[in-house]
């Protein structure tokens, strides 16, 4: 089986689940396990680099108010590639390709449609959201035994998690955009939750949302946390940084 992933979740999933040697093509923004960079990156972004932050979002309000999608993909080298399998996402149109985009690319594809291409979209806005996402790419690719024991170690992992929270319950802002702010939504307010601390902006299963300044001030993070979405741990330092500065 031939797998095209189009997010960098989905890459995970994909070789956590025993299934590496089946992936021929990722997204642009693929980076982990370490050896998927050396595969062909089949999408592309619309928004020009070297933008600020700021300037980003700009483009990306002009793009959703048009109806644009954000997002290219390769056809000419998807046709050529001809995966069994295309994994892309429903959550976030802004995050990464959606499966608008795939279909609307299918059609220029007459001979990937004749193929009967999968396209299996992920849906998870929680953690057994995304558990149940992983049992989905098991069942399209019959790798049960894989995504039983990936899922088993994640569950362990986060029932070990709860066990070990303090009494403290510290107030956590998870800011994926730094200008303007964003705070987290879908299972980052879990993921605070479990580590022990209370989010003080987003709602488990509910989408990010726009906050001001004031907003986050009269909120009164105890801890502020960088996680700007397609950025790295270096650019989200920096992001912090400026936070404080």
């Known amino acids: 089986m031939k797998i095209v ?3 960098p979740s989905a890459t995970e999933i994909v070789c956590s689940i025993g299934l590496r040697k089946s992936l021929v093509a ?3 923004e693929c980076d982990f396990p370490n050896d998927v960079v050396s595969l062909p990156r089949i999408t592309s972004s619309i928004i020009p680099d070297n933008l600020s932050t700021n300037q980003i979002d700009a483009c990306v309000v002009k793009a959703v108010r048009n109806g644009d999608a954000l997002y290219q993909i390769n056809g000419d080298l998807l046709s050529k590639i001809k995966p ?8 976030c149109d802004v995050c990464a390709v959606n499966v608008g985009t795939v279909r609307e690319t299918m059609l220029f594809l007459p001979d990937l449609v004749a193929a009967n ?6 849906s998870g806005k929680n953690f057994f959201g995304i558990l149940n996402d992983i049992h989905q790419v098991a069942d399209a690719t019959e790798t049960q035994n894989g995504a039983n024991q990936f899922t088993q170690k994640l ?3 986060w029932n070990q998690l709860q066990q070990t929270q303090s009494m403290l319950k510290p107030a956590v802002l998870m800011l994926e955009w730094p200008n303007p702010f964003y705070f987290g939504g879908h299972w980052v307010p879990e993921m605070i939750e479990v580590a022990g601390g ?4 987003g709602t488990i299963g509910l989408d ?6 004031k907003e986050i001030q009269e909120k009164d993070p105890d801890i502020i946390i960088s996680i700007a979405c397609g950025h790295d741990l270096e650019q989200n330092v920096k992001f912090a940084n400026k936070l404080v500065a």
């Open 84 to 91: 069994d399998l295309i994994i892309t996402q429903g959550i």
């Open 26 to 28: 990722v997204s642009h």
């Open 198 to 201: 209370v989010d003080i902006m």
């Open 117 to 122: 291409v999968q396209i299996l979209s992920l």
């Open 208 to 213: 990010s949302g726009r906050c001001t300044l």
């Open 5 to 7: 992933t189009l997010l």
């Open 155 to 157: 569950q362990q992992h």
